[in-house]
């Protein structure tokens, strides 16, 4: 059988725009549908366009959607699919559908695979190819679909041994070509349950890793078939196990597998700085951080278990390990103003942290806040290409719609990344570059100075990138214009 994944292009620029990095749920399942011996083929639309001749073809399509690129599925996709193809099976899964399953089979997918689908997928492969009995399709866990106008939910499905799954092959996707960097998992779930995240109920709140071994075969294979390659770790929470995150870097350096690094941690992994230490020794070069907010209320209020107080100093800790740091904010939490958003620039700024993103908080189903501005009646914008970060979609509690959109996409970013600010990390970080032998434990002078000269062009783009986002959210501001009320308290 011949089976087609798509991973619609996202509707704006974000800020994996320029790095090609796909997202590996449809790798992931179609390298397990390859193993089973159907030929398998994947389109993301960031990297390469759909060739519609391979869809006519298709035995099966396979769609994986965020909420921002659901649309592009809905209104784009699935209708052309079906002009090329009509009777071709369409599926779908993804953190969206996951939670709004029939909403996606109301738009056109005929199946819809909840949570993870590691198990599920193939077992509907076999289901599909032995026969099709309607009995056996209830036992697929984590399935949903519509019999009539019945709607038909199977229960959520186990949670999967990681060690069990097989190494993505990235050479299914179309025009992937040799990357300049590859992205791995190496864990899922998170401890943790802030309000506005809704990973927990995607993946579940036990902390699940792949052993180190099977790490290092992951790595291998991808150094094999690439080369030596940088490797972004995608999990949610890289350090939410410092014991396990040590030995994973001790595993990396002992065979020889050191390379550039970066990945995702929480602030407060600097409590531990022979964690960071052996990090920087493996090769990263840069965390990804979600401070969130410098307000101690919205802080609180998120369940993030994080103090203002303590950011400051647990910043300066990373950077004495040489490892740079891209911090995402989000604003728009009911204890925010527009205060907060001037204080998150200048933290930015003072902290001389290199890369930034503020995002505009928004709804994100599955997750707690999600719930509860639909029971608030907060929200306004439904168009979901629209729930990307960039844009406010509900009503702020401390200030209006308009005067959120404004403080976070067409005055913080802009400052953020100014000429000024990017010429002056630059100069401060090769100063403690060429310091560094003085005061630092660990001085790698040439590596932190590529990291610099990375971090000068990440900044350029971003630069570019605001410049870029000024006239569509312009537009944006016309249109909510009429939604300039503040929450009702």
């Given amino acids: 059988m011949y089976i087609v994944g798509i991973e619609p292009k996202a509707p704006g620029l974000h800020m994996f725009s320029q790095s090609r990095l796909p997202r590996l749920g449809l790798p992931l ?10 030929k398998c083929l994947i389109f993301c639309e960031e990297i390469a366009p759909i060739l519609w001749e391979e869809i006519e073809k298709a035995d099966m399509i396979l769609i994986s959607v965020t909420t921002s690129t659901a649309p592009r599925a809905y209104d784009d996709l699935i209708p052309r699919i079906r002009e090329f193809n009509p009777n071709v099976p369409i599926l779908m ?23 993870e689908a590691d198990e599920s997928s193939p077992q509907f492969l076999e289901w599909w190819m032995k026969g099709k009995d309607p009995k056996e399709l209830l036992k697929i866990l984590g ?9 038909c939910h199977n229960p959520d499905p186990e949670l999967v041994d990681l060690d069990t799954l097989p190494t993505p092959n990235l050479d299914l996707i179309f025009g992937y070509g040799k990357p300049s960097s590859i992205s791995i998992i190496t864990s899922r779930g998170c ?15 036990e902390y699940r890793f792949l052993s180190e071994q099977k790490v290092l075969e992951d790595i291998k294979y991808y150094d094999k078939r690439y080369g030596k390659t940088p490797i972004f770790i995608a999990d949610d929470n890289l350090g939410a196990n410092p014991l396990r995150l040590e030995r994973l870097c001790q595993a990396i350096i002992d065979n020889g597998l050191v390379r550039p690094l970066s990945g995702q941690v929480r602030l407060d992994l600097a409590k531990r700085p022979q964690t960071l230490a052996i990090m920087a020794q493996a090769g990263f070069e840069r965390a990804f951080i979600g401070y969130e907010s410098t307000n101690p209320e919205s802080l609180k209020a998120m369940g993030k278990g994080l103090k203002y107080e303590e950011m400051e100093g647990y910043t300066k800790i990373f950077h004495q390990f040489g490892i740079a740091i891209h911090a995402m904010w989000v604003i728009g939490f009911d204890q925010d103003t527009l205060a907060t958003v001037k204080n998150n620039i200048r933290a930015s700024i003072r902290w001389l942290i290199e890369t930034t993103q503020i995002l505009i908080l928004g709804p994100s189903p599955g997750a707690s806040l999600y719930k509860r501005l639909i029971r608030e009646n907060r929200i306004f914008i439904w168009d979901l290409t629209k729930w990307d970060g960039h844009h ?3 009503y702020p509690r401390n200030m209006t719609a308009r005067q959120l959109q404004i403080a976070v996409m067409l005055e913080a970013m802009p400052k953020l990344y100014s000429y000024w600010q990017t010429v002056k990390i630059f100069i401060v970080n090769n100063w403690k570059i060429a310091t560094g032998f003085l005061r630092r434990r660990h001085w790698h002078p040439f590596r932190e100075f590529k990291i610099n000269l990375i971090t000068l062009f990440a900044r350029l783009w971003g630069r570019t990138a605001t410049r870029k986002m000024k006239k569509p959210i312009r537009e944006y501001l016309k249109q909510i214009q009429f939604f300039s009320q503040k929450a009702r308290s």
């Fill in 191 to 205: 401890p943790f349950n802030c309000e506005f995240c809704s990973e927990t109920a995607m993946f579940g709140r």
């Fill in 143 to 151: 399935l949903s679909f519509k019999i009539g106008d019945q709607y």
């Fill in 29 to 38: 399942l179609l390298t397990i549908a390859e193993k089973m011996g159907h």
């Fill in 93 to 115: 899964g993804g953190p969206h559908v996951t939670f709004l399953a029939e909403e996606a089979l109301d738009k056109g997918a005929d199946y819809v695979f909840r949570h």
């Fill in 392 to 394: 406010a979609v509900f």
